[in-house]
């Protein structure tokens, strides 16, 4: 059974940073592309940053020079280092593997994390 947990997300003020992890078992996490997702209220949920089991990453423009996603295969974690946080950067985020070039790999998500960037 897939299972992916995700931590670090909290309230930081706008200019702020945070690093997220993911933690993932029931898979084999070194042949998997990776990728973190995000949902903001009202709005579909969209792929920020991906992985491939390569090293080889991928971002969205909006979060293009202030996030860093990395892997670490040994511990199945997938991070997400997010600097210069923005207010439009509030959202749940999840882990999930990733197919093509953002279609999530995996049925079952995690419970997210929520980030929050407010004075």
């Known amino acids: 059974q897939v299972q992916l947990v995700e931590s670090g997300g909290g309230l930081v003020q706008p200019g702020g940073s945070l690093r997220l992890s993911c933690a993932a078992s029931g898979i084999i996490f070194s042949i998997n592309a990776m990728g973190w997702y995000r949902q903001a209220p009202g709005k579909q949920r969209e792929l920020v940053a991906r992985?491939?089991?390569?090293?080889?990453?991928n971002y969205a423009d909006s979060v293009k020079g202030r996030f860093t996603i990395f892997r670490d295969n040994a511990k199945s974690t997938v991070y997400l280092q997010m600097n210069s946080l923005k207010p439009e950067d509030t959202a749940v985020y999840y882990c999930?593997?990733?197919?093509?070039?953002?279609?999530?790999?995996?049925?079952?998500w995690g419970q997210g994390t929520q980030v929050t960037v407010s004075s």
């Open positions: 999930n593997g990733v197919t093509g070039w953002s279609i999530p790999l995996y049925n079952d």
């Open positions: 992985i491939t089991r390569g090293g080889m990453t």
